[in-house]
């Protein structure tokens, strides 16, 4: 065996022990690492509002939870700046012409709400959804 070869055999033992070591749970049983797992969970991402989200907004229907939580779905996103037209709604598949309909929506009888970009809304919907589309899920 070289010299070299004996030198660095002890140096990436020890960074083994040390990457290993970083990844146990914390000896105080893991509240912040609970703690921020639970957080996770209820945040969705920008394109989707998860039934955990919905009761800390405080919000009384499908629209104000929107507007609390993720106002820039609302606005639609395009790829083009010179497409215009307004944001395309589905509560459980069905549309309705008018965001205003998602007031009728209680807020407690929401398990998500998703944005799709106009792309994927026009691959599953078709034509028509140049600004995307919200899709709300109702616990039916």
Avoid: W
């Amino acid at each position: 065996m070289s010299s070299a070869f004996r030198l660095l055999v002890p140096v990436f033992t020890l960074a083994a022990v040390q990457a290993c070591a970083g990844s146990a749970p914390p000896a105080t049983g893991g509240t912040a690492a609970t703690a921020m797992t639970a957080a996770a969970v209820r945040k969705g991402s920008a394109n989707v509002i998860v039934e955990g989200e919905i009761p800390a907004s405080g919000a009384q229907n499908a629209l104000e939870v929107i507007q609390r939580l993720r106002p820039a779905m609302l606005r639609g996103r395009t790829g083009s700046s010179t497409e215009s037209g307004t944001i395309v709604i589905y509560v459980d598949n069905q549309r309705v012409n008018d965001p205003e309909a998602l007031t009728a929506v209680p807020a407690v009888t929401v398990r998500e709400i998703r944005f799709l970009n106009a792309g994927d809304a026009t691959t599953r919907f078709g034509t028509g959804h140049a600004m995307g589309a919200i899709l709300v899920s109702t616990k039916r």
